[in-house]
Nanobody
Framework: QLQLVESGGGLVQAGGSLRLSCAAS?????????????MAWFRQAPGKEREFVAA????????WYTDSVKGRFTISRENAKNTVNLQMNNLKPEDTAIYYC??????????????????WGQGTQVTVSS
């Protein structure tokens, strides 16, 4: 059974940086060229719906970002460690949220659709003070 465990959250001042990591265990992801394995980060702020942040394909490393984080966040994967990372720079108070790691293999939904992903981590809190 696949398990996802996030780490790296915390409290940081505006303009600072954090690096989130998501370690996957229980399965080995395929790098086969036709693999549809995708890892993603979503976030949920208090009183708001969960929103897409970034995604990466496991085999080719193609990435997608929501507009509000482009140029500030970078998603990457370490195939040998079954880990996906989210480097967050120039953080803003509006980035404050619980960040969730997600895994999916369905090609029927867009990358920014939470219904594409079938496994989720427990979340890690990111708080950015002004």
């Amino acid at each position: 059974q696949l398990q996802l465990v996030e780490s790296g959250g915390g409290l940081v001042q505006a303009g600072g940086s954090l690096r989130l990591s998501c370690a996957a265990s229980g399965r080995t992801f395929s790098t086969y060229i036709f693999s549809t394995t995708t890892m993603a980060w979503f976030r949920q702020a208090p009183g708001k719906e969960r929103e897409f942040v970034a995604a990466i394909t496991w085999n080719t490393g193609i990435t997608w970002y929501t507009d509000s984080v482009k140029g500030r966040f970078t998603i990457s994967r370490e195939n040998a460690k079954n880990t996906v990372n989210l480097q967050m720079n120039n953080l803003k108070p509006e980035d404050t949220a619980i960040y969730y790691c997600a895994h999916g293999e369905s090609a029927l939904r867009p990358y920014d659709d939470s219904r594409r992903y079938s496994s989720w981590g427990q979340g890690t809190q990111v708080t950015v003070s002004s």
